[in-house]
């Protein structure tokens, strides 16, 4: 009451004062009443049009390391500059309006010059065409916008000393389609280059470094088919979120370890949000889900021993034209220490790009077979020791001779009649015994034993080592091969057949790594194991509670059921394949020079004849074990087209000079963990 009573006095002072606040708050209320009721419609057009944009962030891929943690595959950042364009609108607008500008001058220019054409003025109708319509002033702004981003991406170019030049149909599409991610200009920046950029280019409005992971193999082309490749993939994966505004570039394994452990190595993706306008430009960014990084995958492989076989196949009588295989195989557990084909290819390329003409050349040779695991070849002579120890549990005497006659037509060399069909022998004419026979890999000898005995035995002692089976590799380059079973014995079967068998020819198909196998089982007493690639698969994160998923060593598939007696017949044999002078193995011992090593081998060379039973190639083979005391290792060398099986003998050489170094490194290792235990 007493506000009320002073206002009533003649005080024209506070008069005044009361009219400034009642004007105040009336002309606030008025603006209230204006932002809430008349401009809601606006206001709520505006936050319709803002709105969220997912973005789905890939997970830092696993390793693949071999079993000593080399990583034979890994994840390094790379550096590209990209364009930020939401820091250029302001640039794209002002050469909009500039452009826009020009366009009307140039057009009443026109409508003048037609004025003092027609001596008039132009009606409304006429006018129509000299004014800027609304696809006029969008191709003028798509325009301006390209102008702006190809000069700055210019001005990149010509500052870290790249030509660089911008795609606009690519560079359109990203506008219309990801305005909120950044745009790429220059991928895998060199660090010349990145020195270059942060020197000179941060005056240049938009333009920054980004950097993402991705996967290199820094042994280029070693073990490249055993690790396998990536194609590209954004596909969510079980478990994640499925929906996504964006996705950043993802891949996935297509082949070899990449493919079959894809799921651990891949990881979980994280996603984030990007809030942006009504236009589309970015405002602000926020990560609502962490990317989970993929597991490491630890394997058999030794790369030492690996790069020693990859070596040894392009030191061969081919040189780089070698095509082959080269298995090492530890026989007491089944662990595979090498896996080698060749020709070979460099799993970057699927990710960085291929070189001009180098997919032709693996497309041409097909390198992207791996010959250890995914071709069938016939065993050739390699396949005696399995017909050999097959009649050695018949009861076949190894003692007991075979006289080879001459063929009339080669007098040095023997022959087997089996009806009209004469069967050539690359062994000389004379008497043989098991040794001798295996030694010289007789074909007479072995042909004579398998008939003797029937297919029967041969077929069973087989499929005991599962030949004609898969192993069920995870890497989707494997083939079963091909072995006859006792349907096909009871079907169309006749003396021929068995002949051909018994020397390795058809009906058998056989891989590198089941030979590997094969061997193995002879040498470690008669165990068959599944080969083991994968020794454990590690999480990145050693606080997680999770620690490493191990796949056990040493799995058996099944026992041979063989007398150790027989066995070690066989062992002397091969023995005498590469120490005896005439024995068709030898080259390992002249050529390798491998002390207080002994070697069991036996060479292999199958004929491949197309539908006219005509020689079109052959495949060669040295498989073996050492040492011939106590059986470590089973080398496994295979070439298509190799002179002879004896030519592929140096190089399982090689191999084992590797795997004698790989020992001493272990032994010198654990002298000095002894030593500095000691302490």
């Not at 009504?278 to 790369?303: C, F, H, K």
């Not at 072995?483 to 390795?504: E, K, M, Q, Y």
Request: aromatic share 8%; with cysteine; charged share 20%.
């Amino acid at each position: 009451m007493l506000i009320f009573d002073q206002l009533r006095k003649d005080d024209p002072q506070l008069r005044t004062v009361a009219l400034a606040v009642l004007a105040g708050l009336s002309l606030l209320l008025a603006g209230l009443w204006w932002v809430q009721v008349v401009g809601q419609n606006e206001y709520q057009a505006n936050l319709e049009t803002q709105s969220f944009r997912t973005v789905r962030l890939p997970a830092v891929r696993g390793k693949i390391m071999d079993r000593n943690g080399i990583p034979l595959a890994e994840n390094r950042p790379a550096y590209n500059v990209s364009l930020y364009l939401e820091e250029l609108r302001r640039p794209f607008e002002e050469a909009y309006a500039v452009a826009v500008t020009q366009a009307r001058a140039n057009l009443r220019a026109q409508a003048e010059q037609r004025e003092k054409v027609l001596r008039r003025s132009l009606n409304r109708e006429e006018r129509k065409a000299f004014v800027l319509g609304s696809k006029d002033k969008t191709e003028i702004r798509k325009q301006a916008r390209f102008t702006v981003a190809s000069n700055v991406v210019y001005q990149v170019g010509r500052q870290i000393q790249v030509p660089l030049t911008l795609d606009r149909t690519d560079f359109e599409r990203h506008y219309d389609t990801r305005l909120a991610l950044p745009y790429p200009v220059l991928k895998n920046l060199e660090p010349i280059q990145i020195a270059r950029f942060q020197e000179q280019s941060a005056s240049l409005p938009g333009v920054d470094i980004e950097i993402q992971s991705t996967r290199v193999y820094p042994y280029q082309s070693s073990a490249a088919h055993l690790l396998g490749a990536l194609s590209r993939d954004d596909r969510s994966l079980e478990g994640e979120e499925a929906f996504f505004s964006y996705r950043l570039p993802d891949y996935r394994g297509d082949l070899g370890i990449e493919f079959g452990f894809d799921r651990y190595l891949r990881g979980t993706a994280g996603a984030k949000s990007v809030l942006v306008n009504n236009i589309g430009y970015r405002q602000m960014e926020q990560v609502w889900s962490a990317v989970e990084p993929g597991s490491n995958v630890v394997l058999t492989v030794d790369l030492r021993v690996q790069q020693a076989a990859e070596r040894a196949l392009l030191e061969g009588p081919q040189g780089i034209h070698t095509r082959g295989a080269a298995v090492v195989m530890n026989v007491q557990n089944g662990d595979v220490l090498a896996l080698a084909s060749a020709p070979t290819l460099n799993p970057n390329h699927f990710i960085q790009g291929f070189p001009r003409g180098e997919w032709q050349r693996i497309t041409d040779t097909h390198a992207q077979k791996n010959r250890a695991t995914q071709e069938n070849y016939a065993p050739g002579s390699v396949f005696k020791t399995v017909v050999g120890l097959a009649a050695l549990e018949a009861g076949v005497s190894p003692h007991e001779n075979l006289t080879v006659p001459a063929n009339p037509n080669q007098p040095n060399k023997g022959y087997y009649q089996l009806g009209r069909r004469v069967i050539r022998d690359t062994a000389p004419p004379g008497s043989y015994d098991f040794k001798r026979a295996l030694k010289l890999s007789s074909n007479t000898y072995f042909i004579s034993r398998g008939l003797q005995i029937g297919p029967q035995a041969i077929v069973a002692l087989g499929h005991k080592l599962f030949l004609g089976e898969r192993f069920g590799l995870p890497t989707r380059q494997e083939t079963g091969g091909y072995f006859p079973d006792p349907d096909r014995l009871r079907a169309r079967w006749t003396d021929g057949n068995t002949a051909n068998l018994s020397i390795g020819q058809d009906p058998v198909l056989m891989t590198p790594l089941q030979v590997a196998v094969m061997i193995s089982a002879m040498a470690n007493g008669g165990t068959v194991f599944w080969p083991r690639l994968v020794a454990r698969i590690e999480p990145v994160d050693t606080l997680s509670g999770f620690g490493p998923l191990q796949y056990p060593s040493g799995l058996v598939r099944g026992v041979l059921g063989v007398k150790p007696r027989n066995l070690a017949i066989l062992h002397e044999a091969m023995l005498s394949d590469t120490e005896d002078p005439d024995g068709t193995g030898r080259s390992v011992r002249d050529r390798a020079a491998l002390p207080g090593l002994r070697i069991c081998g036996k060479t292999g060379t199958a004929q491949i004849m197309d539908e006219r039973n005509v020689k079109t190639g052959q495949t060669t083979w040295f498989a073996s074990f050492a040492p011939y005391e106590k059986p470590k290792y089973a080398v496994v060398v295979m070439v298509e087209d190799g002179p002879s099986g004896g030519a592929c003998a140096p190089l399982a050489g090689k191999i084992y000079q590797a795997l004698l170094e790989m020992e001493k490194s272990a032994e010198a290792q654990g002298a000095v963990a002894r030593l500095e235990g000691g302490r």
